[in-house]
Nanobody, 123 residues
Framework: QVQLIESGGGLVQPGGSLRLSCAAS????????IAWFRQAPGKQREAVSC????????YVRDSVKDRFTTSRDSVKNTVYLRINSLKPEDTAVYYC????????????????WGQGTQVTVSS
């Protein structure tokens, strides 16, 4: 079964860090484009990062570029989103998504989505 499963969310104080995980099954992330999105309450979903094996393209949202890092573990078939210096405005449900055709980050069509993991930043 093709699926993505996120984990690692939780309640964190401002200034803290989290590492979100996105584990894939049924397909190999090394040959797919993978992205992280987030959706805050009452707001539209927004892309925060992307990595593509197809053309090596990457993307990180400008507003989080100095705090968000995406990495990939091929052995575990898992992609991670490391978030440092968390702010209350980072509160959102975070989703990972994949384009199994391994398109560039600019052209990707995400057809596989995880269920999301909640990140709440509050003191």
């Amino acid at each position: 079964q093709v699926q993505l499963i996120e984990s690692g969310g939780g309640l964190v104080q401002p200034g803290g860090s989290l590492r979100l995980s996105c584990a894939a099954s049924g397909f190999t992330l090394d040959y797919a484009t993978i992205a992280w999105f987030r959706q805050a309450p009452g707001k539209q979903r927004e892309a925060v990062s992307c990595i593509s094996s197809g053309d090596g393209s990457t993307y990180v949202r400008d507003s989080v570029k100095d705090r968000f890092t995406t990495s990939r573990d091929s052995v575990k078939n898992t992609v991670y989103l490391r978030i440092n210096s968390l702010k209350p405005e980072d509160t959102a449900v975070y989703y990972c998504a994949s384009d199994p055709d391994d398109s560039s980050c600019r052209d990707a069509k995400y057809t596989i989505w995880g269920q999301g993991t909640q990140v709440t930043v509050s003191s």
